[in-house]
């Protein structure tokens, strides 16, 4: 069998999910939308299910998986509804659900359904990419409220620039949030991870966050001491010395300035490593740090062994995990930790821990 892992560590999300607990204090819902960044939404899911106030997710088919999983704590759609049949199953699974925008009160007005909704309003407080404008909000509010469609509504926003320290754009979206929202009554829900680490100011009663529970640091300059929970891993299965001025790999990327021992590597952009990476991208071959050299192709890459002697077809490479950050990768590969670990696929999943 190919040797391409993806090793999860459910111990290590829990770890995690405890530390944004602890910080923010209250409740937090363990964000696991795209299929909980890659890493298995169910078994993620199953890991938390104790401990976790509450899951998010993107939308209500990544919902529905986790109720036939057994998952029985609340479960929020972070974009809610797109049409109002799914109100039905939003309302018979229990579901809470983000109301973001002026059609998705009118679904909430005209629908049939009797059983009252748990609704989180959001409000746009800077980022402008969904919600209601801090402005309109109390009208779109009231006829929300005035339907009764609506058990429980409480209100939210999401940050721009939460993991820049010196911007003062998330003190600004707290103020607008903070005044848009004044004196309604309901809960409030403002900080993903880069605010659970960097602005205490956000803390309300539900925090939201997401890519610190699978180890990747939002602020990788700083050290948070989260747990890496996912190791993508392979082995080299085939080891070649290249002279001096030989062309390795597709559009001759690398050229050897000394003589090179290159090891192939069963792991390529089609299981979701980068084909962006650039030569120097950092990888672990058994313990030791060394280097991709030449480009990544669909199911193979190519590792300098030259410096490790004791390397050679079977020794297992690390391309990110708890030798490699994850961060280091994405920033060789001119992206961010998020799309890297979403992307992750056809490897074999393996997780451990949790129970
Ligand atoms: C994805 C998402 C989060 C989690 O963000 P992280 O940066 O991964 O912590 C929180 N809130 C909303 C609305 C989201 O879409």
Redesign the pocket.
């Known amino acids: 069998m190919r040797p391409a892992y993806a090793k999860i560590d459910l111990d290590a999300l829990l770890y995690n999910y405890r530390l944004a607990r602890l910080r923010h204090g209250k409740c937090c819902f363990a964000?696991v939308?795209s299929n909980a960044y890659g890493h298995g939404a169910v078994a993620c899911a199953r890991a938390l299910a104790e401990e976790a106030d509450g899951f998010?997710v993107a939308f209500l088919e990544e919902a529905i998986t986790l109720r036939e999983a057994g998952i029985k704590k609340p479960i929020l759609l972070?974009e809610g509804v797109f049409e109002p049949e799914e109100l039905i199953e939003v309302s018979r699974l229990k579901l809470w659900m983000v109301v973001h925008h002026q059609a998705q009160v009118d679904m909430v007005v005209r629908t049939a359904i009797s059983a009252p909704l748990h609704v989180w309003f959001k409000i746009n407080s800077g980022m402008s990419r969904a919600g209601f404008s801090p402005f309109g909000a109390h009208r779109a509010w009231q006829r929300l409220m005035a339907s009764g469609r609506v058990g429980e509504c409480g209100f939210m926003s999401?940050f721009a620039c939460a993991d820049e320290p010196d911007s003062d754009t998330t003190a600004r979206q707290i103020e607008v949030f903070d005044k848009a929202t004044h004196g309604l009554p309901g809960a409030r829900s403002l900080a993903?991870?880069?605010a659970i680490l960097a602005w205490p100011d956000s803390y309300r009663d539900w925090g939201?966050?997401?890519?610190?529970l699978y180890g990747a640091d939002?602020m990788p300059e700083e050290n948070h001491s989260l747990r890496p929970v996912m190791t993508l891993e392979s082995q080299v299965v085939a080891v070649r010395e290249l002279a001096v001025g030989d062309a390795l790999g597709y559009g001759a990327t690398f050229i050897a300035k000394r003589p090179t021992r290159v090891g192939l590597v069963a792991m390529g952009y089609a299981d979701g490593y980068p084909r962006s990476a650039t030569n120097g991208t950092p990888v672990a071959v058994g313990t030791k740090l060394t280097s991709l050299i030449g480009r990544v192709s669909m199911d193979m890459l190519t590792v300098d062994l030259t410096d490790l002697p004791d390397t050679d077809i079977g020794s297992t490479v690390e391309l990110w995990g708890k030798r490699v950050s994850i961060n280091h990768v994405a920033k060789a590969a001119g992206t961010i930790s998020?799309e890297l670990l979403c992307n992750v696929k056809r490897a074999s999943f393996v997780w451990s821990g949790g129970k």
Request: charged share 15%.
């Open positions: 964000v939308k998010a972070l999401h993903n991870s880069a939201r966050p997401g890519i610190m939002p998020y």
